[in-house]
């Protein structure tokens, strides 16, 4: 039976997001970039960045000199991240592959994989410039094979974000904008004067950006529907209590909105957590916004049995998982619901989120339960063919098509069928003789 030695606060009402029409504001910029493109983008871009340069595309030549700012370190590190992100990727490619089988004599079917034609990815940059996001964007959409991958990340306090150009940049996009929010999802997705319009979007965001995504689903694809980062904790007896609790801490300072859950088999575990984070809050500069993740969602389950932790995680379906056990593997076969695993003390979650080479971009709210998170297969298209070549059998299957579609009153699918039965085979077919 589960008992909570922590609990997430009751609302206060005070949430902005409960204060503000997010599906109104973005639907009216939205109709607006459609209606007036270029100009609604500039107009956004000023209003909500102040922001306005000559073209907020660079050029080759910008590039260069953003690039040529940015410390030799953060360059090298940028490359390390990029190489272990790239060969996952390649290797999650390796693993798709195309099919042609001959079903019958003469009837072949198969699949392609064929990649996204133009895919826009959206780097955040609100309050921290992101630059991972352009390496799970970006770098993942070439390593699948996209011809033009377009970048799109927001300036920061009125700046150009170097480090995060350069991630781009080395992440392979053909172009990048400095351009951010609502104006640059929906420019990306629907065209404008200067901007292409793109087939696909990828990439977290704030909540206007992740409703933007969700309005222009159907015209464009998406990858996710995004909402605030998750973290949940699998932990038994063994596991340290400072650990836990820097963990927790790692994904609640992205902002005021994280769940950050503890599921544990110990009660000195879990009571030790909470005075751990408690005093970690005192030392760490981003509590401003991790304290308030914390009360509000923050949440410690005692539980009888690691089975009984594995079950209710898998209730949760929470986007990153960490397995503090003296068995982690354990959770791969007794867990089905999560957006990515993270087995022993030996990693954590900020590896995945920056450097390990796995995709940060991930299901939250329980999407889990019916979809992993981006990679490779996202920005592929698995198509079918079929060819028949032998006459026999296309008049057999003409013969069967003609009695399935009339099963269903569909009669011009089943004159299809009729045709080749008539031409094949030598039926007589009496709405041929009309």
């Not at 996952?88 to 009837?107: C, H, K, N, S, W």
């Not at 003609?402 to 269903?408: P, S």
Request: some cysteine; aromatic content about 6%; proline content about 5%.
């Amino acid at each position: 039976m589960a008992q909570y030695l922590k609990s997430k606060a009751s609302p206060d009402g005070n949430d902005s997001a409960q204060t503000l029409n997010v599906p109104n504001i973005v639907k009216g910029v939205i109709d607006d970039i459609r209606a007036n493109g270029d100009k609604a983008v500039r107009s956004y871009s000023e209003k909500f960045d102040k922001w306005s340069p000559e073209s907020f595309r660079l050029s080759e030549s910008q590039i260069d000199k953003i690039v040529s700012q940015v410390p030799a370190q953060t360059v090298a590190d940028i490359k390390t991240v990029q190489n272990n992100v790239r060969a996952f990727a390649l290797a999650q490619r390796d693993t798709i592959t195309d099919l042609e089988m001959e079903i019958r004599p003469g009837v072949h079917l198969g699949h392609k994989n064929i990649p996204i034609n133009c895919v826009g990815a959206y780097i955040p940059g609100g309050r921290y410039p992101l630059l991972a996001s352009a390496h799970m964007t970006i770098l993942t959409a070439k390593a699948a094979g996209v011809p033009k991958v377009i970048g799109c990340t927001p300036p920061i306090n009125g700046q150009i974000p170097p480090a995060t150009v350069a991630a781009m940049h080395y992440a392979g996009a053909d172009e990048i904008w400095i351009l951010g929010g609502v104006q640059a999802v929906a420019a990306m997705a629907m065209g404008t004067e200067t901007m292409h319009k793109v087939d696909f979007i990828a990439g977290p965001g704030n909540a206007f950006v992740a409703e933007a995504k969700r309005q222009l689903f159907g015209e464009i694809g998406i990858d996710l529907p995004a909402g605030p980062t998750e973290v949940l904790i699998v932990a038994d007896r063994k596991a340290d209590s400072t650990t836990v609790a820097t963990d927790l801490l790692s994904q609640a300072e992205h902002g005021p909105d994280t769940p950050a859950v503890l599921i544990t088999t110990s009660r000195e575990v879990g009571e030790a957590s909470i005075r751990e984070v408690d005093r970690l809050l005192k030392v760490l500069p981003t509590a401003p916004l991790a304290s308030v993740s914390w009360k509000r969602f923050g949440e410690v389950i005692l539980v009888d049995s690691l089975d009984e932790a594995y079950k209710l995680a898998d209730d949760y379906a929470s986007e990153h998982v960490q397995i503090l056990t003296e068995n982690p593997r354990e959770a791969l076969e007794k867990m089905t619901n999560y957006g990515a695993l993270f087995l022993g003390d030996k990693t954590c979650v900020s590896y995945g989120d920056k450097v390990i080479g796995t995709n940060h971009v991930l299901p939250t709210k329980k999407a889990g339960r019916f979809t992993g998170g981006l990679w490779v297969g996202k920005f592929l298209k698995t198509v079918t063919y079929q060819q028949v070549c032998s006459e026999a059998e296309s008049g057999e299957l003409g013969r069967l098509c003609g009695r399935a579609a009339r099963a269903e009153n569909f009669e011009g699918h089943a004159r299809s069928g009729d045709l080749r039965a008539n031409l094949y085979l030598g039926d007589d077919i009496a709405w041929l003789r009309k």
